[in-house]
């Protein structure tokens, strides 16, 4: 995969506080164009907030956000909405409209956002759902679609956006294991092809295959970073490996 230099999102400082709880604690993190980032640390750790929070779903307690170096005004809506234009979110539960069907359901922001006719809108979005495998389901409602192909429709959308950045909040737990692969396999292409991203995930052998760095979070805080071939190697004595060697220990 293509990694350039240049810096894409950069997130400083970052902290929140949910009903009197410290879910965040002071995150710093930087992508570069091509990267993909993996977020992975037990549950609770904050990795869902910190991604929702990057993309000001959850508003930050303090800290800055910086997207192709251009400081963030959260409180700027022109800004805050052209901003999440830029940035593409993947939820775990798909957050797709019951009653649009695939096709409809990638093609309302292009035409609600981007101003897109409805014919402009429906050709891109035959387009990205031809490129995540769903042409011929195009016409097909979520309640007529598998798990993995509702999470490849949100890929699509996000995808039909030019997003220069993709936020991956754990794509596949909520799918049933024989449909995890084919969402990986579409993640996959994407990071081969040098889309910019940021994954939070329990797929390990995923991980250690694509990720450029891996990002060890633990009660709100980042504690370990690293390439995989460092803070995975064998005989290595950081938290990452204990964590991965623990996960492996429970799917046996």
């Avoid at 956006?161 to 692969?181: H, R």
Wanted: charge should be neutral; aromatic fraction near 4%.
């Amino acid at each position: 995969m293509a990694v350039g230099n240049d810096v894409v999102l950069r997130v400083e400082g970052i902290s929140k506080t949910l009903s009197g709880k410290p879910i965040l604690d002071h995150c710093t993190l930087e992508v570069r164009r091509g990267e993909l980032k993996v977020l992975i640390g037990p549950s609770g750790a904050g990795k869902s907030t910190l991604l929702q929070c990057i993309d000001c779903l959850i508003p930050p307690d303090s800290g800055d956000i910086w997207l192709e170096g251009e400081k963030l005004d959260p409180h700027n809506t022109r800004k805050l909405c052209a901003f999440r234009a830029q940035v593409g979110m993947i939820f775990q539960d798909f957050n797709l409209f019951d009653h649009l069907s695939a096709e409809e359901n990638v093609a309302i922001a292009l035409r609600k956002v981007r101003g897109l006719s409805k014919k402009e809108a429906k050709d891109r979005a035959l387009e990205e759902l031809g490129r995540v495998g769903l042409a011929r389901r195009a016409l097909l409602y979520p309640a007529q679609l598998s798990g993995g192909q509702k999470q490849r429709v949100a890929i699509a959308r996000a995808l039909a956006m030019d997003p220069k950045v993709i936020l991956l909040d754990e794509p596949t737990s909520a799918l049933d294991p024989e449909l995890v692969g084919e969402v990986l396999a579409v993640i996959r292409d994407l990071a081969r092809g040098g889309m910019t991203m940021i994954m939070a995930t329990h797929q390990m052998d995923f991980a250690r295959a694509l990720a450029n760095e891996i990002l060890f979070m633990e009660r709100g805080k980042i504690i370990e970073q690293g390439a995989p071939e460092t803070l995975l190697a064998e005989g290595s004595n950081t938290r990452t490996r204990d964590f991965c060697t623990r996960l492996l220990e429970m799917g046996e």
